[in-house]
């Protein structure tokens, strides 16, 4: 609209114009180098617009004659940069198809109209990936890193190629020069976090979680942040026991619920003779997530007190999650501990119909501890060989004792989850306090799934505790292991077939315990 305003307005100037000067006439004489001319003025404007139409054709005409080796090479160029294009789509589509051929076919195509472009350069890495001529793909990729606009992009697929050969060194020197490129990389800052957190360099770890913080946002700012601290303060537990604390405290302020931290805060508080803060901080992670831990460094918060004196405060603390089973263990523990045999069962009761792994151990001490009956202690320690698991901190098929910031599959950070290691295990009935004894059966060895590589058994320890070894095949960080799931028969082999137990399980190696869920 505005466009025909702008147009009607000059139209209308000219047309004034010129009824403006058809109104007004008169002469006009050039005189120059003897020559005379006489005209009007009408006519005088008329040849002046004339001339000066010829005059910008004429320069049009020459313009595009000088230019027409541009034009050319800009049409040519042109039409090749759509033929490219075109041949970079099918490439690209036929990788996404997994059509290795047709996306072979593409990448020639593409490579000899537009070899140096970013696109064409890509469509050579995948296609090469899909092919699996890793050679290829690693070619192109340095192609890629060696360039300033494809760089990060190289350096992705590098890392890639280099994590598919396990070459976790390269991986490493890719993710941090990409993380050094570029701070809002995601996958080189994580990369780059979990090698330096396998590594034990959590003060380098720390550092570059504050370069990426607003990319995790709060909450996984401050959870990451806090399994850091936490792990910094186990390494400087020995060493430097005033920065350990301060470290947890900081931990547990950033993550409250985080069980190792609160449990190695509380215990440092307990012993710099800070108990009533020690025991805040033990409670509130309780509440969120009961643990043995925490029972543990609760029932320690204050030093040189009687068995009875932490059997009340474990009482105390198991009322602030009620019905939880880890309450009833504490509780039961320490009552065994302070010889207050009745709350013992009391504590135990509601939990014998399925009793896990822990429930029937601590059976067996109270039969020693309250009647030294040996007989129903090893029925209660035969039951605990088929007994439910109890939860144990697990991760990506690895069981460990304690907690661990990192996992020893593949370094992933936090990865470790208080939690039942095996699924579909059936609970053994049973032992009723005053029941008649059950009969022995025929003696038989624990059995366990083993998978290639993998050996372990269970024993029963000599204070009764029980011990599961396995020695795991070195995990792959490229493809998963499968899924095999445990099933044990719940039976019960009574007395004399803890004996047959013992005797395999000396014959099994300790260490980490490999299972499959």
């Not at 290795?100 to 593409?106: C, M, Q, V």
Request: no cysteine; charged share 25%; hydrophobic share 45%.
């Amino acid at each position: 609209m505005i466009r025909v305003a702008v147009y009607l307005i000059v139209v209308g100037a000219l047309a004034f114009g010129a009824a403006w000067l058809a109104d007004r006439p008169g002469e006009v004489v050039v005189t120059w180098q003897g020559w005379r001319l006489e005209t009007s003025l009408m006519v005088l404007v008329a040849a002046l617009l004339a001339a000066l139409a010829a005059l910008v054709l004429i320069w049009s005409l020459l313009r595009l004659l000088l230019r027409s080796p541009f034009l050319l090479r800009t049409l040519l160029r042109n039409r090749r940069g759509e033929r490219a294009y075109a041949a970079i789509s099918r490439g690209l589509i036929a990788v996404g198809a997994g059509d290795a051929d047709a996306a072979r076919k593409s990448t020639l195509e593409a490579n000899r109209i537009a070899p140096a472009e970013p696109l064409a350069l890509l469509l050579s890495a995948q296609s090469a990936q899909l092919a699996g001529d890793r050679e290829a793909a690693d070619r192109a990729f340095r192609a890629m890193a060696g360039r300033a606009d494809t760089k990060t992009l190289g350096l992705h697929g590098l890392f890639i190629e280099a994590h598919r050969r396990n070459d976790i060194v390269s991986a490493r020197a890719y993710a941090e020069e990409a993380a050094r490129v570029s701070a809002t990389l995601g996958w080189a800052g994580r990369a780059v976090l979990e090698f330096r957190s396998a590594t034990g360099d959590w003060a380098g770890a720390l550092a570059l979680l504050e370069r990426h913080r607003r990319a995790l946002g709060k909450d996984g700012y401050q959870r990451q942040r806090a399994v850091m601290l936490t792990a910094r303060a186990l390494a400087a537990e020995e060493a430097d026991r005033d920065n350990a604390k301060a470290f947890a405290l900081e931990a547990v302020k950033l993550s409250p619920t985080l069980v190792p931290a609160a449990a190695l805060a509380g215990r440092l508080l307990a012993e710099g003779g800070d108990p009533r803060k020690a025991a805040r901080v033990i409670e509130k992670a309780w509440r969120a997530n009961p643990h043995p831990e925490l029972a543990q460094a609760y029932a320690d918060v204050r030093l040189g007190d009687t068995a009875r004196d932490r059997l009340k405060r474990i009482e105390a603390l198991a009322k602030k999650a009620p019905g939880h089973i880890e309450g009833a263990l504490a509780t039961a523990r320490a009552a065994i501990d302070a010889h207050e045999f009745g709350k013992a069962r009391a504590a135990l009761a509601s939990h014998l119909k399925a009793p896990t792994r822990r429930i029937a151990l601590l059976m067996a001490a109270l039969e020693r501890a309250e009647r030294n009956d040996e007989g129903r202690a090893r029925e209660w320690m035969a039951r605990a060989l088929n007994a439910a698991p109890d939860p144990a901190w697990t991760a990506d098929g690895h069981v460990s004792d304690r907690w661990l910031p990192v996992s020893p599959a593949n370094g992933r950070l936090d990865a470790f989850e208080w939690r039942v290691p095996v699924t579909g295990i059936a609970p053994a009935p049973a032992i009723e306090p005053e029941a008649t004894p059950l009969p022995v059966a025929p003696a038989r060895p624990a059995e366990s799934a083993q998978s290639p590589g993998q050996q372990g058994g269970t024993s029963l320890e000599a204070d009764g505790s029980l011990s599961r070894s396995r020695r795991p095949a070195k995990p792959s960080p490229l493809k998963p292991e499968p899924v095999i799931p445990l099933v044990h028969a719940p039976d019960d082999p009574g007395p004399e077939a803890v004996e047959a137990d013992e005797a395999h399980a000396e014959t099994q190696d300790g260490g980490w315990r490999k299972i499959f869920e």
